[in-house]
């Protein structure tokens, strides 16, 4: 009886420690993903909430490019959506254009670029000219519109700039794209299965962890 009590108190915690890790990898992984804005430099990684995915304020530290200096503009898709991307710029660095229809209206400023998605390319790019109107706080806005998508259909990102004589006009090189994250919302046949996972996980971990708590109150 004690011989048996010893090996399960050896192994439960072992168990637990696994379901929990997982849990945890599951959670910490960028599993909300579906663009990377790579440059210019993007403010906050997170991506569902309007108009720049996350909460985080205006850039400490915005690229500041010339007058009127043609910019590429660069981002990568890592959970592959039908539908398209829209690029568009924010004078204020608060104030942007509604959210676009689907089919978008053609670009005029304060749109700069409407990207469609191209089947099996994740990495994409646009030209755009900068206003010749200097600014101390503009925002640079990507939105990925996905069809057959659970509303809202849109994601985030955003990058801080400022314009002014002397900058640059060049975004910098984008960093080299990792693969898919996989990690997909609720699209009719396709992801859902590392949400399900997560569940999963975090099931096993909460019933070992009332096990574990029906154990040690048994024992006493
Ligand atoms: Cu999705």
């Known amino acids: 009886m004690r011989a048996s009590t010893t090996t399960r108190t050896t192994r439960r915690p072992c168990a637990l420690g696994a379901a929990l890790g997982l849990a945890l990898a599951l959670a910490a992984r960028p599993a909300g993903a579906h663009i990377t804005l790579d440059a210019p430099p993007v403010r906050d990684p997170s991506m569902k909430t309007a108009p720049c995915g996350g909460l985080l304020p ?3 530290s915005p690229m500041t490019f010339a007058p009127g200096a043609p910019v590429m503009v660069r981002w990568h898709e890592t959970v592959p959506h039908p539908g398209y991307f829209r690029v568009a710029l924010s004078m204020d660095g608060t104030t942007f254009p509604a959210d676009p229809p689907d089919p978008p209206p053609a670009a005029v400023f304060p749109v700069l670029a409407i990207v469609p998605k191209v089947d099996g390319t994740t990495s994409y790019s646009a030209a755009v000219t900068l206003p010749t109107t200097p600014c101390a706080r503009c925002t640079l806005q990507v939105i990925q ?7 809202p259909p849109y994601y985030y990102q955003c990058a801080d700039i ?3 004589a002397g900058g640059s006009d060049d975004a910098g090189s984008p960093p080299a794209t990792g693969g898919s ?8 046949g396709a992801g859902g299965a590392s949400e399900g996972a997560l569940a ?8 070992l962890v009332r096990r574990r708590a029906r154990t ?5």
Not at 181 to 188: D, E, M, N
Not at 216 to 220: A, C, K
């Open 200 to 207: 999963a996980a975090a099931l096993l971990a909460a019933a």
């Open 181 to 188: 994250s996989g990690g997909c919302c609720a699209v009719a």
């Open 58 to 60: 205006f850039s400490s």
């Open 145 to 151: 519109y996905m069809q057959q998508h659970a509303p």
């Open 216 to 220: 040690t109150l048994g024992r006493r």
């Open 162 to 164: 400022t314009i002014a």
